[in-house]
């Protein structure tokens, strides 16, 4: 069974995916091209948003269990970035850092505040180091498209990808206002997974690799949307960064539109 990746692998991870980050935005031939995944913003815009979301958390992180985030980590994530590309460049390595140095401080079990509070992802500095690597993953890729030279998302951080999307985007105790269904979300890796979702909210599950070809047909047990790619197709998919005919689906594919527009109460 797949194991959570541990702090020091996701520090590292999110180490290299933020090198990655920088050399796709350092091959542009200018900051105000417009990011086709990202249509509002320009490639300025996005080494912005990457540079005050890592300050935020950063100092999110550092500040330790809380109700709220601090006006230190609010007035981080408003911050103004250097127009010129190698200080605007710098300083989203600094940033990087600055989150890097407060995860390692605060180790993968101190508690934190999250927006994610009652999914089943855990208010942890690990949980959060967790998804921020999946952050600064999908929009390095958001990067090099804006460049033309994509590349998918390494395995490694994919199938932990795929798992956090579902337990921290998408799990929720709030009811699922629909008719009773589940997900599934199969992995060419070999990795499973199931959203569940009912009248008890949505809950993820990994599924064991002989479930896959069971969960397909139309037996009890089917999901009612299913869908298989590379882990990175799956994640990025689900980001919306890749179409739903890029992958094989099988089911009910509007069924994804409802979870798309899900929006659970708080």
């Known amino acids: 069974m797949k194991k959570n990746l541990e702090l020091p692998v996701l520090l590292r991870l999110i180490d290299e995916r933020a090198t990655a980050f920088r050399a796709a935005v350092a091959s542009a031939p200018g900051l105000e091209v417009r990011v086709p995944t990202c249509p509002e913003w320009t490639l300025f815009d996005l080494v912005q948003h990457m540079s005050q979301s890592r300050r935020f958390w950063a100092v999110t992180v550092a500040a330790g269990p809380a109700d709220a985030p601090t006006a230190e980590a609010a007035a981080e994530r408003a911050a103004a970035a250097p127009r010129e590309r190698e200080a605007l460049l710098a300083w989203f390595a600094a940033s990087t850092q600055q989150l890097l140095d407060a995860l390692r401080e605060a ?73 009773p269904t589940a997900f599934d979300f199969h992995a060419t890796e070999g990795h499973s997974w199931r959203l569940t979702v009912d009248g008890d909210g949505a809950r993820s599950t ?24 590379t882990a990175s197709e799956l994640v990025l998919f689900l980001y919306g960064r890749l179409p739903a005919d890029s992958l094989k689906i099988d089911g009910d594919a509007g069924l994804i539109d409802l979870l798309r527009a899900w929006e659970p109460e708080e």
């Open 107 to 179: 180790g993968p079990d101190r508690g934190c505040w999250t927006w994610w509070g009652s999914s089943q992802s855990p208010q942890t500095c690990g949980a959060v180091a967790r998804h921020q690597l999946q952050e600064i993953a999908v929009h390095t890729y958001d990067a090099q498209i804006t460049v033309g030279a994509p590349q998918p998302l390494p395995e490694e951080v994919a199938l932990d990808g795929l798992e956090d999307f579902l337990s921290t985007c998408c799990a929720t105790p709030s009811a699922w206002p629909h008719k």
């Open 206 to 229: 990994r599924l064991p690799a002989s479930a896959a070809a069971a969960t397909t047909g139309g037996g009890p047990d089917a999901a009612g949307f299913s869908v298989r790619g």
